[in-house]
């Protein structure tokens, strides 16, 4: 069996008569880093079934799979392995804790911080169809591959930062923002299949939700132009469309954001 390098290795391993495979390396990697926000890719035996938190983790035929933990994740988690064989192997990870920061955005339209209730039924509608874009499971892997930036600029914004809005305390920020002039090109982070493409949210304005396979998603906002179709493959590095301010912006950036099905994660941790 391949070893792979710059693997986070388990704490404990119980129930398992062998532990390790014929080349010394351990059955179970998992590659970090292992800490709230991130998305970690990992390998088990061919055929084999995998428990994280009592959770189906979905894992290719090769024996590849990918989880993520949310920015509150608690800090321990534990995994069952059952192998082809009927052996099965159990341990637990380390979850590392973070800090974040507090944002303040000022001087933006009352209206996108308090949403009218005229808005109600149209925002229903907007969140229908990214949790119908975020429900695809597909067998693709383009989430093995290492992810890019989507455009180039200044980063304005990060993952986990509590956000103060015209002086109002919000949800905390899920995304990476990344700043520059209205037009500037924005390129797909990973290879994948566009499932939402729109280019007029109401807060998220244009936006764009590839899907990478085994439930992880890159999701940008506030796009000036949308440049894709729904169903439409992309490949990594290929124009999608344009920086803008649209929808709740204060200025011209770009807002990606990264899922692992309904967990957000913090796409900086992805990159190279």
């Known amino acids: 069996m391949k070893i792979y390098t710059a693997l986070l290795m388990i704490l404990f391993m119980t ?25 970690v890719r990992g390998h088990v035996p061919a055929g084999s079934s995998l428990k994280l938190d009592g959770l189906d983790i979905k894992v290719s035929p090769d024996g590849y799979f990918v989880v993520g933990f949310s920015r509150d994740q608690s800090p321990n988690s534990i995994y069952i ?15 590392a804790s973070r800090n974040y920061d507090i944002e303040r955005v000022d001087g933006l339209p009352p209206k996108t911080v308090s949403p009218p209730p005229s808005w109600t039924k149209r925002r229903n509608e907007e969140n229908s169809r990214v949790a119908k874009g975020r429900a695809f499971v597909t067998d693709d892997e383009y989430w093995r591959d290492e992810f890019i930036k989507p455009a180039s600029g200044r980063i ?71 440049e894709v179709k729904e169903g439409q493959n992309v490949k990594q590095g290929e124009r999608i469309g344009s920086i803008g301010a649209t929808g709740r912006a204060s200025g011209p950036h770009v807002d990606w954001r990264l899922n692992w099905q309904n967990v957000r994660l913090d796409p900086a941790l992805v990159l190279k």
């Open 15 to 39: 129930f398992s008569v062998n532990a390790d495979d014929s080349e010394g390396g351990m059955l179970v990697q998992f590659q970090g880093p292992i800490e709230q926000g991130s998305l």
């Open 156 to 226: 304005s914004g990060v993952y986990g930062s509590q956000r103060i809005l015209n002086g109002e305390p919000r949800s905390p920020h899920y995304g990476l923002d990344i700043a520059n002039k209205t037009g500037t090109k924005v390129v797909a982070p990973a290879s994948g299949i566009i499932r939402l493409a729109a280019p007029d949210f109401l807060f998220e304005g244009g936006i764009i939700m590839i899907d990478h396979g085994f439930g992880v998603t890159s999701t940008l906002f506030h796009l000036n132009s949308v």
């Open 81 to 95: 392995v059952d192998l082809a064989d009927g052996e099965k192997i159990a341990g637990s990870l380390t979850i």
